[in-house]
């Protein structure tokens, strides 16, 4: 389960093995919009939960009562009894990541004893938090559980690499190399090469007309972005972002004639800096296998045919492509690491994370007893299962 400002999203997966053999197969998925009210409330609450003056209970609450909902029509439609689910992966939407490098306390919206108490079933959350607690940023925590969701284990050498492009406020380039059945987890790669839809949205806003001029500016504003460096601008920053679209609004005024103009350059802008920016750090031989487009950007068919253009011959699908509703890859992740906490295996690779050490990621709130029980017999079973050599250390 995981809510964010427009909606709330729920996954249903279906777990075939376990740890790092498992194979996770979307059965289900189900959006419900955040009432007006709500979404008021976590709108106009972000800055003070970033600074800590304000307590989310409210908001948790009202949170954690469209999560019922959703998990409860979620059942109802694939004709799934709770009884025969393990346990609900709950997360975000995340507020404070600085009030978490000063407190080492994550706010994350969505009370859990609510979910338990009301579906029966156990909850697992707080996966950041384990990680921030160990010094880590928690930036790239999803490469782990993505690369579960979109390979399968196998036991040939010849697969290729699959590549990840997630274009939401931020665009995140995610590595995901073959899996290998009873092999440790390879050497994954995470890069957040600036904002996405967090600078296109404030520059929207200052656009004069929104539908007039159609010029391309593509080329100018990707040097403009380059001489910015824009690639290390964090969405997490208000004054970095402020400060790159005030320097976008003064030396390139002319990209604001209008909402069209703005656009076309910029999704221009993205697929040039995108395909720049995989070639310059991620590994080109084996050959990619696919190229994955999530987010909104997956919804961009412009720009997705500007990214298949550039990487000619590579097959390109997005998440709509595969059938996935806008948010269902969050509830997935969220799952998925649900089931790795069941089976033991830790959640954050420290490379990326900056963390001193990895770990079980996340915190349970048990279900009813029945479901409880269930549960502990499973992480009782994992606990006695043999590992490789590297993970044992």
């Known amino acids: 389960m995981t809510p964010c400002l427009r909606f709330t999203s729920g996954a249903i997966l279906k777990v075939d093995g376990r740890g790092l053999n498992a194979g996770f197969e979307l059965i289900q998925q189900l959006n ?3 009432p007006p009210d709500v979404r008021a409330l976590l709108e106009k609450g972000g800055a003070g939960l970033t600074t800590g003056r304000q307590l989310p209970g409210m908001a948790s609450r009202l949170v954690a009562e ?16 709770a009884e025969k689910v393990s346990a609900i992966g709950q997360r975000g939407p995340v507020y404070g990541r600085e009030f978490w490098k000063q407190t080492g306390a ?3 919206i ?7 108490e009301a579906t029966g079933v156990t909850v697992i959350d707080h996966f950041e938090q384990r990680d921030v607690v160990k010094g880590g ?5 999803d490469v782990l559980p993505m690369w579960l969701l979109l390979t399968k284990a196998v036991d040939s050498y010849s697969a290729r690499p699959t590549v990840v492009v997630r274009l939401d406020q931020a665009i995140e380039l995610f590595y995901l190399p073959a899996r290998r059945k009873n092999r440790h987890v390879p050497a994954l790669a995470y890069r957040n090469i600036g904002p996405g839809f967090a600078l296109l949205q404030q520059l929207q806003d200052l656009c004069t007309h929104k539908y007039d001029q159609n010029q391309t500016l593509a080329a100018d504003l990707s040097k403009l972005m380059q001489s910015l460096d824009a690639s290390e601008v964090s969405t997490d920053s208000p004054d970095q972002l402020q400060h790159l679209v005030a320097s976008i609004t003064d030396q390139l005024p002319d990209l604001l004639a209008s909402s069209v103009t703005l656009n076309q350059a910029m999704e221009a802008y ?19 296998a696919e190229i994955v487009i999530l987010g909104r950007g997956a919804r961009r068919e ?4 500007r990214l298949a253009e550039k990487f000619e011959g590579i097959p390109l699908s997005t998440e709509v492509s595969r059938g996935w509703i806008s948010g269902a890859t969050g509830a997935s992740f969220a799952a998925i690491f649900a089931a790795m906490h069941i089976d033991q295996v830790s959640g954050n690779l420290p490379d990326l994370t900056g963390a001193t050490a990895a ?16 549960l502990l017999t499973q992480m009782e079973v994992a606990s006695h299962q043999t590992l490789p050599l590297r993970d044992a250390v």
């Open 137 to 141: 940023s928690a930036r790239g925590i």
């Open 110 to 116: 969505g009370d859990p004893a609510i979910l338990a």
């Open 270 to 288: 993205w697929a040039e800096h995108i395909y720049r920016q995989i070639l310059e750090h991620f590994p080109t031989t084996p050959e990619f």
């Open 106 to 108: 994550a706010l994350t």
């Open 32 to 34: 419900i919009r955040t």
């Open 66 to 81: 469209l999560q019922v909902v959703n998990v409860e029509r979620l059942l109802n439609s694939c004709g799934v009894s």
């Open 302 to 305: 412009m720009l997705v045919k």
């Open 359 to 374: 770990r079980v990621l996340g915190r349970i709130t048990p279900g009813n007893a029945a479901n409880w029980r269930g």
